[in-house]
């Protein structure tokens, strides 16, 4: 397996939730790495991405609760989710260049 995502569950709104995907170091060392998400009915989004030096980008509905990080000793990527909406349900998947896709951790949130 390339990249294993864990992390996800059921959360009530306003809860959190820390995601993790890990890859193997070849696939981990030398790229950006990223997490997607696609709702039931919709088309899969990017939600957030991570450069080898840290530089972060987040789409914009998830900024400021959103916070995705990496740890290159253990070639983990994480997403901390924090204050969570009903909108944020979807399946979440980790990524990177190439065509590398996890196999997607469920978030669901209860209003």
């Known amino acids: 397996v390339q990249l294993q995502a864990s992390g996800g569950g059921l959360v009530q709104a306003g809860g959190s939730l820390r995601l993790s995907c890990v890859a193997s170091g070849s696939i981990f060392s030398r790229n950006v790495m990223y997490w997607y998400r696609q709702a039931p009915g919709n088309q899969r989004e990017f939600v957030a991405s991570i450069g080898i030096t840290g530089t972060t980008n987040y789409r914009q509905s998830v900024k400021g609760r959103f916070t995705i990080s990496r740890d290159n000793a253990k070639n983990t990527v994480y997403l901390q989710m924090a204050s969570l909406k009903p909108e944020d349900t979807a399946v979440y998947y980790c990524?990177?260049?190439?065509?590398?896709w996890g196999q997607g951790t469920q978030v669901t949130v209860s209003s």
């Open positions: 990524s990177a260049p190439g065509g590398y």
